[in-house]
């Protein structure tokens, strides 16, 4: 019986032209470029899809946070600034001193704490928040630490503040006691008589984490600023390649000598 005649291939024209060192056929299975590879890595890793509201309650969540820490900011700066002296006069306290140092001084530890809070701030979000760096990161770094400043100014100024005031109204004139340590370079001023608008050293912690968070971002080796995997853990050798033969090995010393010609 003669044989059949051959069948046509299902497989694709024989014209199909791939890459250079590919199967005639085109691409194999394992041929996929190793840039595209790592691009669509990247992507499904990386590229998440924009959420507004979860980034919004991340700023919040951070914000809330922050604010919370301005409690024990607040106290450090009560036990570290120190208070002024005053005397009771019929029309008042006066300062005990023609011109005192203690204000300056406390104003001048709230600059300071403010700004390392800042600095502090930043950076932990940097790591904490590592997701959402860029400008969520930012807005929660800065936003944060604007509220946190008030609410250490408020804590701080306090301590001490109950008894300064009765003082004020009971003791007789000429007696001395202190008055707590408080802000003369700092405040906070009513928009609208709604919105409060910090201002004077009540900004620095909300600077020192912009310029903080700028420099992280700025020294990022990373475009995106989120970690990202390294182009070593990826295959650069295409399944289709063949794998290189083995050299041949040398003869045995006692081999016999190929005839000459």
């Keep these: 019986m003669p044989p059949s005649p ?37 992507e499904l890793r990386f590229d998440e899809p924009r959420r507004p509201l979860r980034a919004v309650a991340t700023v919040l969540g951070a914000v809330l946070a922050l604010a919370a820490l301005g409690v024990p900011l607040g106290l450090l700066w009560a036990a570290l600034a120190p208070d002024t002296p005053v005397l009771k006069t019929a029309e008042g306290a006066i300062y005990a001193e023609p011109q005192p140092e203690q204000p300056i001084a406390a104003d001048g530890w709230f600059s300071l704490l ?30 944060g630490t604007l509220v946190a400043a008030p609410v250490a100014w408020q804590v701080g100024r306090r301590i001490g503040l109950a008894t300064f005031d009765r003082l004020l109204d009971t003791a007789p004139a000429g007696q001395a006691f202190s008055k707590p340590a408080d802000l003369r370079a700092g405040g906070v001023d009513w928009l609208l008589g709604v919105l409060p608008v910090p201002h004077g050293n009540l900004l620095l912690p909300a600077f020192g984490a912009a ?31 063949p794998a290189p033969t083995a050299a041949p090995e040398p003869p045995a010393p006692d081999a016999a000598e190929p005839p000459r010609g």
């Design 6 to 42: 051959a069948e046509p291939s299902a497989g694709p024209p024989p014209d199909a032209a791939g890459p250079p060192g590919s199967p005639p056929g085109g691409f194999g299975p394992g041929d996929v470029p190793a840039s595209a590879a790592y691009q669509s890595s990247l």
């Design 114 to 143: 403010g700004l390392a809070f800042g600095l502090i701030v930043a950076l932990a979000l940097w790591f904490v928040l590592r997701r959402r760096r860029g400008p969520v990161g930012l807005l929660a770094a800065v936003l």
């Design 211 to 241: 310029v903080m968070y700028t420099l992280l971002a700025g020294w990022s080796r990373w475009p995106g600023l989120r970690p990202e995997p390294e182009p070593a853990e990826f295959s650069w050798v295409s399944a289709g390649t």
